[in-house]
């Protein structure tokens, strides 16, 4: 099943297969600033068309699709909203930063497999550099009914001091160590499974560490299924990663590397992090869940789809 890629120059690339746009990577939107302006991913669907991003909902405005979102980074807000804030809960400051892209470095269609690459400015509210990024994004079919996202981010610090990153449990607000590349679900699969190497649950999965976690959600209108997991690179630090997951207020996960502890980046020096992200069409299960977490590894090491 051959990739298309369709550049809105200076917005956004999509990502089509068979006749379905299966993402639409934003690398400039129009956020607002109080949002943390970034970019994003949404829509983003099955194979056989079904949504399973949800946009801007009106709980957290700043949720978009998937995106990489830092809730803090020294003492900026790169997530959105309010900053957690210890005895005041979340408090809106002014720290809401921005990543702002700078040049497309890659973008390909071949066959099975499509390719972006870009370079992005991060900056506080007030405009000073903090971090430089290089991002890159593999697309690739790996069946009819499953593709997979490879997402690979070298993040420079050059703030021209130490930078910590963290999240509001770092910060003492307890189990919420959200921070990462955050996937947030449709509506409709409030109340789905989550899927972990141990076994299926719900919210009582969230800290836990493991090198992939899944979600099987159900679609309103259809009534169909879908799979979503997300895999965590083994060479990403602190693999493998504590995770945030809810399913009882909405549908979200997000492998979360600083969710209880802080890591500090020295002025000059690179974070590098890899993820990979598997759609797939129906409810595989907990075995057929754990065989496309098996998928998402193979991705992650480069191997062609089988």
Excluded at 32 to 41: D, M
Excluded at 99 to 124: C, D, F, K
Excluded at 283 to 306: I, N, Q
Aim: charged share 20%; glycine share 14%; aromatic share 10%.
């Amino acid at each position: 099943m051959t990739l298309q890629v369709d550049h809105a120059l200076g917005r956004s690339v999509a990502v089509s297969a068979g006749g379905v746009q299966l993402l639409t990577y934003v690398y400039r939107p129009d956020t607002p600033v109080l949002e943390s302006p970034k970019p994003y991913l949404h829509p983003i669907r099955t194979l056989g068309g079904a949504e399973v991003s949800l946009f801007r909902p009106h709980d957290h405005v700043w949720h978009k699709g998937i995106a990489w979102s830092l809730p803090h980074v020294g003492e900026h807000n790169f997530w959105g909203g309010p900053t957690y804030v210890h005895g005041r809960f979340y408090v809106q400051l002014d720290n809401n930063g921005s990543a702002t892209h700078q040049e497309m470095t890659t973008l390909t269609a071949q066959g099975v497999r499509a390719g972006i690459g870009h370079t992005l400015a991060w900056t506080s509210q007030a405009g000073d550099p903090v971090i430089e990024e290089r991002r890159g994004l593999e697309v690739s079919v790996l069946d009819d009914a499953t593709w997979a996202l490879v997402f690979d981010t070298a993040m420079t610090n050059v703030s021209g001091a130490p930078l910590a990153f963290g999240s509001p449990t770092t910060k003492g607000r307890e189990n919420a160590g959200y921070g990462g590349l955050f996937w947030r679900g449709p509506r409709s699969f409030t109340g789905g499974v989550i899927q972990s190497p141990a076994g299926a649950g719900g919210d009582e999965l969230r800290g836990t560490r493991a090198e992939w976690f899944g979600f099987r959600g159900r679609h309103d209108g259809t009534g169909g299924h879908s799979t979503i997991v997300m895999v965590d690179d083994t060479a990403n630090p602190r693999h493998p990663p504590q995770w945030f997951a809810r399913t009882e207020e909405f549908a979200c996960l997000c492998p979360a590397p600083f969710f209880s502890e802080e890591l500090e980046l020295p002025d000059g020096e690179t974070l590098r992090f890899r993820y990979a992200v598997v759609v797939a069409d129906g409810d595989r299960g907990e075995e057929g869940t754990a065989l496309l977490a098996g998928r998402g590894r193979a991705a992650l090491a480069g191997e062609a789809p089988a």
